[in-house]
Structures are given as C-alpha cells and as structure tokens.
C-alpha cells in the first residue's frame, strides 16, 4: 500500500526533459517533503503524482493501482487530491462556493433525474462537513457558501480548497506550497487541522515547501529531488 511513482519522466518540450526517472514511494501516514531547488520539477511532480499529468515513462501508483490524467477528469472521487499554492487558480470563477466544495464528491447520471440526485448529494456532502465538524475544524463559514470566489480572500479560498479535498476522503494528500501565501498564525492553524485529520485516516502526505522550518516541523522524511 503506497502512492508510488516509478521511474518516471516528463518533458513539456520534446528533448527537454523536466524529470529524468524519477522514483518516490510514499506510505499511508507518512509525511514526505520534497527538497529541491526551484526550477527543478517539484510542482510537475507533484501533478504527476495527482494523476494531472501523465508521465512520458514510467508509471504512478496509487496501492497498486495505475493512476492517468483520463482518471482525474472522471467523476469519481480522487484518492489522491492536489492542493496548490494560489488556490483562486482552483476554483470556477462563476460557480458558487457551495457547489464548488463538493466537486470531490461522487456524482448521480446525467438527465433531469440525475441533476435532481446530483442536488440532493451535494447536500448531503455539506452536511457531512458541518456534522463531522471539518467546517468547524478549517473554519468555514455558511456565509461563504453563497459567495463567488472573488468575494473570498486568498487565505478563507485556503481554507474552501483544503476542505474540499478531505471531502473527497483521499489516501493521498499533495500539498504544493499550500500555506506559502498566508501568515505564519494561520499556516501554524492550518496545518495542525491537517496534520490531525492525516494521523486520524492514516492519510500519506507529500508536501513541498521552500520553508525549511516548516520541512522540519512537519515531514518524517525528506526525499531530495
């Protein structure tokens, strides 16, 4: 049981390669920082690893199973989500918050019927949020579930992104430079909601940060890249 990539590697332009063969097996309730300078592939690696993009060779595994780019358009929920360091870059600027929050979550079939489900299970999925206590945990507010994306700031549409992806209950977390952005007392809050939430679903965690205090802090295991 691992995300594992193997051997893999990608080029934007052909003959240019970003990643040449690289291998990172990562275990349920691990958390593993990447090291590397910028510049040197760590936010492509961490698309491949979320199934974003796909690698020129090699394969991504998540427990055994082949992850692809076709996979992570599908409608099914992702065991392996991304979240990135400008999240208004994660959200549908004409869709509401309250929907956007559920995107993770399983889907009904198409048609009339299917929209009505499709309805009926995007509620569902707020109110798990709010039963569970994870709006509570990350500070969400119903307010914001009305509002457009615009109307958020950077560090509440942190907070949407992050909520968002443990809807979808994945195995895996990549979490790419995902408080960079805010200020230490809120990036100390939300990475202990996160780091809480990862040892309660022995959730594997690969993160990427140019803080070396917060490497420290956070990763069992630092992978050079």
């Known amino acids: 049981m691992s995300l594992e990539a193997r051997d893999i590697s990608f080029a934007y332009v052909p003959g240019r390669p970003v990643l040449e063969q690289v291998s990172l097996a990562v275990e349920p309730g691990e958390r593993v920082a990447i090291a590397a300078p910028s510049g040197a592939g760590k936010s492509t690696l961490c698309r491949l690893l979320a199934g974003y993009l796909e690698p020129q060779a090699g394969a991504v595994l998540v427990d055994g199973e082949r992850v692809d780019a076709h996979a992570a358009r599908s409608r099914a929920p992702r065991p392996v989500q991304l979240i990135v360091q400008h999240p208004e870059q994660a959200f549908d600027p004409l869709t509401r918050m309250k929907?956007?929050?559920?995107?993770?979550?399983?889907?009904?079939?198409?048609?009339?019927?299917?929209?009505?489900?499709?309805?009926?299970?995007?509620?569902?999925?707020?109110?798990?949020?709010?039963?569970?206590?994870?709006?509570?945990?990350?500070?969400?507010?119903?307010?914001?579930?009305?509002?457009?994306?615009?109307?958020?700031?950077?560090?509440?549409?942190?907070?949407?992104?992050?909520?968002?992806?443990?809807?979808?209950?994945?195995?895996?977390?990549?979490?790419?430079?995902?408080?960079?952005?805010?200020?230490?007392?809120?990036?100390?809050?939300?990475?202990?909601?996160?780091?809480?939430?990862?040892?309660?679903?022995?959730?594997?965690?690969?993160?990427?940060?140019?803080?070396?205090?917060?490497?420290?802090?956070?990763?069992?295991?630092?992978?050079?890249?």
């Not at 507010?141 to 009305?146: I, M, N, S, T, Y």
């Not at 979490?175 to 809120?186: F, H, I, N, Q, S």
Request: charged residues 25%; aromatic residues 4%; proline residues 4%.
């Open 99 to 225: 929907r956007s929050l559920v995107e993770g979550a399983p889907r009904a079939g198409a048609g009339a019927r299917g929209e009505r489900a499709g309805a009926r299970s995007r509620q569902a999925s707020l109110e798990h949020a709010r039963a569970t206590g994870l709006f509570d945990r990350f500070g969400i507010r119903d307010a914001w579930l009305e509002r457009l994306p615009h109307e958020l700031s950077g560090g509440e549409l942190m907070r949407c992104c992050i909520v968002r992806a443990l809807l979808a209950e994945p195995r895996y977390l990549i979490c790419d430079e995902m408080t960079a952005m805010l200020d230490a007392v809120t990036q100390a809050e939300l990475w202990r909601s996160v780091l809480a939430i990862a040892d309660e679903r022995r959730m594997g965690i690969v993160l990427v940060s140019h803080s070396p205090a917060l490497v420290r802090r956070l990763a069992t295991r630092v992978v050079p890249l």
